[in-house]
């Protein structure tokens, strides 16, 4: 009762304090961030694995089995998981809520390198992956060029992910179907055999004329210096008058008997965009970043980068219009939902002043709710307003039941205030009728 007594004598103050939820309120509406989902981070560990020409048995048999084993024995790990296809070995762990992610990440990448000299030398590191909301790219860009100068690697590498990784908020700029070159080496057959050359022992001449060898070092009073000598080829033209040494001591060059160009490497992933093969770039967010901020930033950074002539950096997808679009579908339901609660309490009350009261508990209370949820450091979420939607029936209940108490305990005061006003009249005319 103290918090109701204070309340009804000190009216002011409760309208000041009120006023101040409603202007707070207002503000956590502008200044909360928004995400499709909030910053949970899933007790789940992938451990991918690439061994490429691999069929399904060897992938199971030398890389899948050897991994399991170890990583079975990581702490507090509740469920293991295995998939093994042609090329690529997939494992899942699944460990207790609670379990420190990073710290068991850490625990599987020391048991892995107990067992890697075991692996295959083809196969590639294996990978650690976490499951997190980050994961999920702000926003999709594709790079697309028409001139054949440009190289789209040094582009990325230089200019575009420096750039945008110098954003606050985000976290990699992951590349898909990003052209890389090779230098291809064509050998005629007939030429080869002509000078009786085989490609194993030009591939292996090749590799050893193609290679920077450390030659120890050198002394020089107090100095001490590294030597090495240079033999890594520096250009095509280079590779082009390589010279290979027949069995008849025959000295020829590479072009004598190979056609050597620069080409793009083959790939199995593809990017298309606007018809046309492209390159794209998958831009993350770091945990605590707000995702529609991070996705302005970034498109602003866009329209600043340079680029050169007849390339151009557009905006594929961008999850924030996911994002957007979802909450304002959640919002709308919210909104419509207190509006029928507010109409069936009139219809059922018919009273307007108890009808307002109860409809004022519904904004207020989704005030409160943002100003807590801004200052936790939370964010405004599908689940956050998924809670909102649920609890307005909750608010609707606990203020129809204190003002049917207020109500209650007002006819209570009426109904003393008239009985002790009839017992004075009888008093006073008693003491009349005495008189």
Do not use: C
């Not at 702000?138 to 100068?149: H, K, S």
């Not at 050893?208 to 250009?235: E, F, R």
């Amino acid at each position: 009762m103290r918090i109701t007594d204070t309340s009804v004598k000190n009216p002011v103050a409760i309208y000041m304090i009120f006023a101040g939820i409603l202007l707070f309120g207002l503000l956590a509406i502008f200044r909360l961030p928004r995400d499709l989902f909030p910053d949970i981070e899933l007790p789940t560990l992938t451990v991918v694995t690439v061994y490429p020409g691999a069929n399904t048995e060897q992938v199971e048999k030398e890389i899948t089995k050897e991994l399991e084993v170890v990583l079975a024995s990581t702490e507090n790990i509740k469920k293991i998981q295995s998939f093994s296809k042609d090329n690529v070995s997939t494992i899942s762990l699944q460990f207790d809520w609670g379990t420190d992610i990073t710290e068991a990440s850490a625990n599987a990448r020391d048991l892995i390198e107990l067992v890697k000299y075991k692996l295959p030398r083809d196969a590639q590191q294996p990978i650690i992956m976490k499951i997190n909301s980050s994961v999920m790219p702000v926003v999709i860009l594709g790079l697309q060029t028409t001139n054949e100068e440009t190289d789209i690697s040094d582009l990325i590498e230089k200019v575009i992910s420096p750039r945008l990784q110098h954003i606050d908020g985000v976290g990699t700029v992951m590349t898909i179907a990003e052209p890389e070159n090779e230098i291809a080496v064509e050998i005629d057959p007939l030429k080869a055999e002509k000078y009786h050359l085989t490609i194993d022992y030009i591939a292996t001449l090749m590799k050893s004329l193609n290679l920077n060898v450390p030659a120890g070092s050198l002394k020089s009073g107090i100095w001490d210096l590294n030597v090495t000598v240079k033999g890594q080829v520096p250009s095509i033209d280079a590779i082009k008058d390589l010279p290979l040494t027949t069995y008849m001591g025959q000295v020829i060059r590479l072009a004598d008997i190979a056609i050597v160009h620069k080409q793009f490497k083959q790939k199995d992933e593809i990017a298309r965009t606007h018809q046309q093969r492209a390159t794209a770039l998958l831009v993350q967010k770091q945990s605590q970043a707000n995702a529609l901020q991070v996705y302005q930033q970034v498109m602003k950074e866009v329209s600043k980068i340079p680029m050169p002539k007849e390339t151009s950096l557009y905006e594929v997808f961008n999850t924030t219009e996911v994002i957007q679009g979802s909450i304002n579908n959640i919002t709308q339901t919210l909104l419509w939902g207190g509006l029928w609660v507010i109409l069936v309490v009139w219809l059922f009350l018919r009273a307007w002043r108890s009808s307002f009261i109860i409809s004022l508990s519904i904004p207020f209370s989704m005030f409160i709710a943002l100003i807590t949820i801004i200052v936790s450091g939370y964010t405004i979420n599908v689940f956050t307003l998924m809670s909102m939607v649920v609890a307005i029936g909750m608010v609707v209940d606990n203020s129809i039941v204190v003002v049917e108490n207020i109500t209650k305990y007002l006819e209570k005061g009426i109904k003393k205030r008239r009985l002790q006003y009839l017992l004075r009249a009888k008093w006073v005319e008693l003491l009349q009728l005495l008189h």
